[in-house]
C-alpha cells in the first residue's frame, strides 16, 4: 500500500498499519535470509498476494512454503491481515479446514525432501467469535497443525475513539488490542487443552502483560508494537518477569 501506511495511536499506546504485505517477493526475501548472519529462531511468515483470486490462494502459500522451508525455523500461515482484501475468510470452517489439509501434505512431503521437520503455525485473528475459535481449534487438532500464533492486529476502533489516528484504515496493534488477544487465547486453551502449543502476541508492553498471556494459556509470546514504544528493554523485562 502507498506511504504513510504506519500511525502511532500514542494516547493509547496503539499503531495502525496498512502495509499490506509490502515486500520485493519470496526470492527476495531468501537471499535476504541467506545473507544474513542471524543464527536464532526465524519464523518465516507467508500470505497470499493482494492480486491473488481466493480460489488460487492456496498455490501462494505452497509456493511461498516450498520455498521457505529449507531456511525457516517455523513457517507462519497468516490468513489474518487485515489489510489484504479478503484473506480472513480463510479462517472459515470449510475453507480453513481445506487449506490446512493441503498445506500439512506438503509439510509432510518437504520433511522427506530436506531431511528436517520444520513446525507451521497457524495465524489468526482477535475479531472472531467464541464459535469460530473453536472450529479453528477443532481444526488444529484434526489436521496436526503446529502452533496457533493469537493475534494479528484488529479491526475494532471502540477502544480508541476519538483519538489522533484512531480512524486511519488498517489494523490496530499495541495496548488496545491487549484484552482481545488475551480473550481469544483463553478461548483457545479451553478447547485445545494442550494438544497444540500457543504463541500469544497482541498489546504486550510490559513484563505483566506477558504473565497475563502465559497464564491466560499462552506458551510462548511474541513482541512488535511493544518494541516500537519500549525499545529492546522490553524483551529483558518480559524475561525477568517470565523467569
Given at each position: 500500500n502507498p506511504k504513510p501506511r504506519l500511525f502511532r495511536v500514542?494516547?493509547?499506546q496503539g499503531i495502525v498499519n496498512r502495509f499490506g504485505f509490502n515486500n520485493l517477493g519470496v526470492?527476495?526475501?531468501i537471499e535476504n535470509v541467506k545473507a544474513a548472519k542471524f543464527k536464532g529462531v526465524l519464523g518465516i511468515n507467508i500470505g497470499k498476494?493482494?492480486?491473488?483470486?481466493?480460489?488460487?490462494?492456496?498455490?501462494?502459500y505452497l509456493i511461498c512454503m516450498?520455498?521457505?522451508?529449507?531456511?525457516?525455523?517455523y513457517i507462519t500461515v497468516n490468513i489474518s491481515s487485515p489489510n489484504t482484501k479478503n484473506l480472513r475468510a480463510l479462517q472459515e470452517k470449510d475453507a480453513l479446514s481445506s487449506l490446512l489439509a493441503t498445506l500439512k501434505l506438503e509439510q509432510t512431503k518437504?520433511?522427506?525432501?530436506?531431511?528436517?521437520?520444520?513446525p507451521v503455525a497457524l495465524k489468526i485473528a482477535p475479531d472472531l467469535e467464541q464459535e469460530q475459535v473453536n472450529e479453528i481449534a477443532d481444526l488444529l487438532m484434526q489436521h496436526k497443525i503446529d502452533g496457533v500464533i493469537a493475534t494479528?492486529?484488529?479491526?475494532?476502533?471502540?477502544?480508541?475513539?476519538?483519538?489522533?489516528?484512531?480512524?486511519?484504515?488498517?489494523?490496530?496493534?499495541?495496548?488496545?488490542?491487549?484484552?482481545?488477544?488475551?480473550?481469544?487465547?483463553?478461548?483457545?486453551?479451553?478447547?485445545?487443552?494442550?494438544?497444540v502449543p500457543i504463541i500469544g502476541v497482541g498489546g504486550i508492553?510490559?513484563?505483566?502483560?506477558?504473565?497475563e498471556k502465559i497464564a491466560a494459556g499462552a506458551d510462548l509470546?511474541?513482541?512488535?508494537?511493544?518494541?516500537?514504544y519500549k525499545g529492546p528493554k522490553l524483551v529483558h523485562e518480559i524475561c525477568k518477569s517470565l523467569g
Open positions: 500514542r494516547e493509547a526470492d527476495n526475501l498476494n493482494f492480486n491473488t483470486p481466493m480460489e488460487n490462494a492456496v498455490d501462494d516450498r520455498k521457505v522451508y529449507a531456511y525457516a525455523s518437504l520433511a522427506n525432501q530436506h531431511g528436517k521437520y520444520v494479528n492486529t484488529t479491526l475494532a476502533r471502540d477502544m480508541v475513539q476519538g483519538m489522533e489516528h484512531a480512524e486511519e484504515t488498517g489494523g490496530l496493534s499495541g495496548a488496545p488490542v491487549r484484552e482481545k488477544s488475551t480473550l481469544v487465547i483463553q478461548q483457545l486453551s479451553q478447547r485445545l487443552q494442550g494438544a508492553l510490559s513484563g505483566a502483560d506477558a504473565v509470546v511474541q513482541v512488535y508494537s511493544g518494541l516500537i
